[in-house]
Nanobody
Framework: QVQVAESGGGLVQPGGSLRLSCTAS????????MGWYRQAPGKQRELVAT???????NYADSVKGRFTISRNNAKNTVYLQMNSLMPEDTAIYLC?????????WGKGTLVTVSS
């Protein structure tokens, strides 16, 4: 059983930065496509970014140029560096590990962007 856990959320002012971390244990981390999703109050869950083992990344248009996803396979960890944060980035951020359609989710970490 793969266990996924996020950390690093919190309160940040508009224009600020935050780095989220996610560890996935119990499986072969390097085989998973790792992704960050978010869900704002009253809205559907949406994809933020994904990264495959070789490092190729994919981003939602709303975060391109501001967020960077990366992974360290030796540490079983994926990161989301978030810069130039805006109030509309406020959401619960969830980490996802995907292996050929078999998905594992963390419980999420809350990011609040507010002055």
């Amino acid at each position: 059983q793969v266990q996924v856990a996020e950390s690093g959320g919190g309160l940040v002012q508009p224009g600020g930065s935050l780095r989220l971390s996610c560890t996935a244990s119990g499986g072969i981390f390097s085989r998973y496509v790792m992704g960050w999703y978010r869900q704002a109050p009253g809205k559907q869950r949406e994809l933020v970014a994904t990264v495959i083992s070789g490092g190729r990344t994919n981003y939602a248009d709303s975060v391109k140029g501001r967020f960077t996803i990366s992974r360290n396979n030796a540490k079983n960890t994926v990161y989301l560096q978030m810069n130039s944060l805006m109030p509309e980035d406020t959401a619960i951020y969830l980490c996802n590990a995907n292996l050929a359609g078999l998905e594992y989710w963390g419980k999420g970490t809350l990011v609040t962007v507010s002055s």
